[in-house]
């Protein structure tokens, strides 16, 4: 009864609030069932591929592997395996020929086999991956492929946990001190430009030059205008190399580095 009558007076109050902000909560709400919705569908996705392509892939054969995976796209529509997407990645990681890879949304593997078969001897990728169930299906798709623990390494967290952390692996005994050559985009759109800050701040991308890939997957514009918005107002550091229906390529340097090219 009580409750009653202290809630009474403040009706009016809580009534203005909601109209003023009914909009913003009503987005939040939006934004917070789309995102159980792309979890939910994502498990699933994740489940399937992985148990097809277990089951019907040549264990130790990365181009079986990567041959079942396409087989599963042709029967089995997925947000996670995309052909053309493939392609793309692969023509940029030829021409960057990158030593360490940082992968943001590990999947169900796919994107992972493709960059790890094209890396040098020494190179090395790390993949990172909210979803626990995510990436341990999708770290034995990738030991099914062939690779071992040395070439890559799956890390279960945020992205944004992820990234400080990714100093120890450029300790000069891990071989690798220059920092990352490619950068792999592929989880949360809205999470693309506080990552981007985050490498920059932490100086994880290599000061001669660094590809960043922002994947698109049946994303609104919108959801990429802040982190290209904020590319274009930084041509001192980035500059946008192509723009494919599916898939974005940034690339950055280091202005000091610039600056020594053009002496």
Not at 153 to 180: K, M, N, R, W
Not at 214 to 242: F, G, T
Request: glycine share 4%.
């Amino acid at each position: 009864m009580w409750l009653m009558v202290v809630s009474v007076p403040l009706l009016p109050a809580v009534i203005m609030i909601s109209r003023r902000y009914r909009v913003k909560v009503a987005a939040l709400c939006h934004r917070a069932l789309a995102w159980t919705l792309r979890l939910v569908r994502g498990r699933v996705c994740v489940r399937s591929t992985h148990a097809f392509v277990f089951s019907k892939c040549t264990h130790g054969k990365v181009d079986s592997v990567l041959e079942t995976f396409d087989l599963y796209a042709d029967t089995h529509p997925s947000l996670c395996i995309s052909p053309q997407i493939g392609e793309a990645l692969d023509e940029v990681v030829r021409r960057v020929r990158p030593s360490l890879v940082l992968e943001l949304g590990t999947h169900c593997g796919y994107s992972s086999v493709r960059l790890l078969r094209l890396l040098p001897p020494t190179g090395r990728l790390i993949t990172v991956e909210l979803d626990p169930l995510a990436a341990e299906l999708g770290e034995e798709i990738i030991l099914v492929a062939g690779f071992k623990h040395s070439q890559f390494q799956v890390l279960t967290s945020s992205s944004a946990e992820a990234i400080p952390t990714l100093h120890a692996f450029l300790e000069p005994d891990q071989g690798i001190s220059e920092g990352l050559n490619l950068v792999l985009m592929d989880h949360d759109p809205q999470q693309y430009l506080p990552d981007l800050l985050a490498l920059e701040r932490e100086e994880l991308l290599s000061p001669s030059g660094c590809s960043v890939l922002l994947i698109y997957r049946n994303q609104r514009a919108e959801d990429l205008r802040e982190i290209l918005d904020h590319i274009r107002a930084r041509p001192d550091c980035y500059c946008i190399k192509s723009e494919l229906q599916f898939i974005t390529e940034i690339f950055y340097q280091k202005e000091s580095t610039r600056a020594d090219r053009r002496i």
